[in-house]
């Protein structure tokens, strides 16, 4: 367990670690390059760097928690790489089954895999489920994570590295919109944000804009939010035509 500096999550939790780039979102991937910094502090569970591995050891801590949390799973990883087995996905799932007071946020870019093995798994209602969709040739991930059982569906449009044309939000309870961050990060457009914005407007769904990703990205340099005093500071800042957007989805009953 690690507290977050991610907005939208309070700390994370990893039963399994590594992972492999598998579409344009994940060219700058930030968990790769702390796993590479771990290993070489030394730290056991990342030996192996960024190779697919599953901690046993891990399942029992949401047990230890004496207070509801809201928790990142795998931010280290994918649950659903096809290197993680389908035993140890649902090991994870039962422990999210057997610990209600908590939510869980799980984010896949293998909705494929996630769809296959969705009537398999048991959607208790603390279970939110994501897709990542960095482009329009990605939004295919939405349809997959619809057929699903989650209680609460929701979408990572980060790093927004294109547009997105058509965005089909019928069953889905929140979107994550954000821009690339780092040395070499890909610009975003405001026009880009805002067609996501409008399309949630138009459905009800929760929308959180997260960060513009540098300084140069956005369109207002003096958006207060870009100083890292600001209460509400994110990487670039995060104002969005003079206000800040973090709104969550509703709790599932």
């Given at each position: 367990m690690a507290q977050s500096n991610i907005e939208w999550t309070e700390l994370t939790w990893n039963p399994v670690t590594g992972c492999n780039k598998i579409s344009p979102g994940c060219k700058f991937c930030y968990a790769e390059v702390m796993s590479r910094r771990l290993k070489a502090m030394g730290i056991e569970k990342y030996k192996d760097g960024f190779n697919i591995r599953t901690h046993t050891n891990a399942l029992n801590i949401p047990f230890t928690w004496k207070k509801p949390k809201v928790v990142f799973v795998n931010s280290m990883s994918?649950?659903?790489?096809?290197?993680v087995p389908v035993e140890f996905i649902k090991a994870v799932f039962a422990v999210m089954n057997k610990t209600p007071q908590h939510i869980y946020q799980i984010l896949t870019k293998r909705s494929e895999r996630l769809l296959e093995l969705s009537t398999e798994?048991?959607?208790?209602?603390?279970?939110?489920?994501g897709v990542s969709v960095e482009s329009e040739d990605y939004t295919f991930r939405i349809n997959d994570l619809s057929k699903t059982n989650a209680a609460i569906k929701?979408?990572?449009i980060e790093p927004l590295i294109a547009p997105v044309k058509s965005l089909d939000l019928e069953k889905i309870n929140w979107v994550i919109v954000g821009g690339e961050s780092g040395h070499k990060a890909r610009p975003v457009q405001k026009d880009w944000i805002d067609f996501v914005k409008a399309e949630c407007g138009k459905k009800g769904v929760a929308f959180f804009f997260k960060q513009w990703g540098k300084p140069k990205f956005n369109v207002n340099p003096q958006d207060p939010t870009i100083l890292a005093d600001h209460p509400h500071h994110a990487k670039g800042g995060c104002e969005l035509d003079g206000k800040i957007y973090r709104e969550m989805p509703e709790k599932a009953a």
């Open positions: 994918d649950l659903f790489h096809p290197e798994l048991n959607w208790t209602s603390n279970i939110w489920m929701f979408l990572s």
